[in-house]
């Protein structure tokens, strides 16, 4: 009685598995290396797998290990796409072979020009905006103006920095070398030296504790350290200040995507980074972390909209893998560590 129970229960199994056939030995998979941590991605996967049928097997790691890999692995990556922070890293990963052009109408509508590559290689999915945060004790608004006025002499013993050695200030300069010249952003960064309060911190968070305590008067910081900073303590003596806002405006970066050199799975990982770009997406991709979506149709998160607007700089987010050896020597050159 038992075997006849299951192989009725079998007969019925492969019936439906003939019926769903096409799906079952179609499925789709696409594999994506991300140097956006798992909390960050993970629920967008899952939303997309949930429309569109196609899973995702995703692996994390830093940004330099993971491109590393892909360098090593040449044609026989797994990977179908690469996700990471920062346009240098983006524009590097496209530098070196690793990305392939993608022509899609859903991305040129939904991705703004400035936040893409112009050979359309990579495409920014969330902005993060650095800008000042000061000590609402020590320092007036009307006080700041420009990255560039942190270089005067009212300053001294009053700046703190996260180090140089990463990408994020590395970005900046190579901006602002886009933007002035290398000769005016050298004297500036020497006057960022001169005004220093501390030696250069180990991060954004370390930098705004040193200012909420009143080691230095005023940092510069990726918006989303800010947001996670004070939801953990909001009382803290810190604001955002918006600098640039009569000239060129705020200096913005990226994380975003591109489609592997050697993806197998070309297509749905197309689908993948369209969908990233949506504004169901949109509001998961950037809401999770505190960043801007890149898609300017999408408002950003009510914690993140109270903290103002402001006029971003246009200059193309590239320019900052463009520019970005000639930023590190400079800074070197200035006695940035």
């Known amino acids: 009685m038992l075997r006849l129970c299951f192989s009725r229960y079998l007969a019925a199994m492969l019936c439906c598995t003939a019926l769903l056939g096409t799906n079952v030995a179609y499925a789709e998979q696409v594999v994506v290396y991300s140097a956006r941590i ?34 090593a692995e040449g044609k026989n990556t797994p990977a179908d796409m690469l996700i990471t922070v920062d346009a240098g890293n983006l524009w590097e990963a496209a530098r070196e072979g690793l990305l392939r052009p993608v022509e899609s109408k859903t991305l040129d509508a939904n991705i703004p020009a400035h936040l893409r590559d112009p050979q359309k290689q990579w495409f920014g999915l969330s902005v993060r905006a650095r800008t000042m945060v000061y000590n ?36 900046l300069v190579a ?38 305590a009143g080691k230095c008067d005023v940092t510069l910081v990726n918006t989303y350290y800010y947001g996670r900073l004070l939801t953990k303590n909001p009382v803290l ?77 246009p200059m193309n987010v590239a320019t900052a893998g463009e520019l970005q050896a000639a930023a590190v020597k400079l800074m070197d050159r200035a006695g940035y560590r």
Not at 47 to 61: H, N, S, Y
Not at 147 to 159: I, N, S, T, V
């Open 38 to 71: 798992e909390q960050l991605i993970k629920p967008m996967f899952d939303a997309f797998t949930q429309d569109t049928g196609i899973a995702v097997k995703f692996v994390t790691d830093n940004e330099g290990a993971l491109l590393a890999r892909l360098k």
């Open 136 to 171: 609402t004790q020590k320092v007036k608004p009307a006080e700041l103006s420009s990255y560039d006025d942190l270089a005067e002499p009212k300053w001294k013993g009053r700046l703190c920095l996260r180090s140089s050695k990463k990408v994020y200030n590395q970005s």
């Open 175 to 212: 901006m602002m070398i886009a933007e002035h010249g290398e000769a005016k952003t050298e004297q500036i960064v020497k006057g960022w030296v001169a005004n220093f309060a501390t030696d250069p911190l180990s991060d954004d968070t370390r930098a705004m504790e040193f200012v909420a």
């Open 237 to 313: 003596p810190l604001a955002i200040f918006w600098p640039n806002q009569a000239g060129s405006g705020v200096h913005i970066n990226v994380s975003g995507a591109g489609i592997t050199k050697g993806a197998k799975n070309e297509q749905a990982a197309i689908k993948l980074l369209e969908f990233l770009s949506s504004e169901k997406a949109q509001n998961l991709f950037a809401d999770i972390n505190m960043e801007y979506p890149a898609n300017p149709r999408i408002k950003p998160d009510p914690v993140v909209a109270a903290w103002g607007n402001f006029k971003q700089n």
